[in-house]
């Protein structure tokens, strides 16, 4: 690894399991899927705040407010972090409530919410991934999924790139910006080609158009080109459940990677948040949601 490249815990808090993170307005917010909580991180100062959303909370983001758009065991909610209140916007898996919760989640390059679900009982393809816009609507847009995970769009806004973890795959769809409708997939990368430990989890972009992917139970990141599927980097973390990374930082050049606690391993620093910096690369800003809630 470049020997200019430092990676270091920051914080205080401790995820049972830490995901989604994102940066906003010089803070970085995530949550803990298993916590029940959504954490905010002031990078500069260490100071920390902690809300107990009384579920398990799978994403997180921000809207043109003070609010945030959650999603978790109860669909897709909006929370005010300063009344506490939750208010319910979609719930389109109810009947599923034992067996499936809302995972990963972001916005497009348009403002809508993406986020979908996973089978927590591991049902191949019998989660979903959908879509909830502008107008305060929710449309199904992938059906036959089983964990729904990392997604993230390039800087012209042509292309999703999206993880369905059990696939072991990237696949890119062409994407509409003006309605948010995709179609004709072609696989990025297969994992399942390379002698990597771990699976494809959640995941951004950079400004040059390349993947960063988190490996859970992989103790890594990984950078890919977005165009030939070629890995280009490898960081190592010093515990293998690294679950999520996101560029923030005044210039968007450090990467922040959430991890969560192994159910066998006493790993040090484990379930912390770790911060790269010195990888000589930008990533995108967070786009909010700019929809009716």
Known sequence: MDKNISILPIGTYLSKWGE???????????????????????????????????????????????QFICAGDSGIYSFDPKSGEKKNLADPESGKRQENRFNDGKCDPRGRFWAGTISTVKKTGDANLYRLGLDGSLSLVLSSVTNSNGICWNADATIMYYIDTPTKQIVAYRFNNDDGTISQPSLVVDFNRWELTGSPDGMTIDAEGMLWVAMCHGGAVIRINSETGEILQKINFPCLETTACWFGGQSLDRLFVTTGIHNSLNELNAGRIFVVDGLRTNGLPTIPFKGRF
């Open 20 to 66: 989604g993170p994102i940066f906003w307005q010089g803070k970085l917010f995530y949550v803990d899927i298993e916590g029940h909580s959504l954490i905010q991180l002031n990078p500069d100062t260490g100071e920390e705040r902690v809300w107990k959303m009384g579920e398990r909370i799978g994403t997180v983001v921000p809207t043109m407010s003070d």
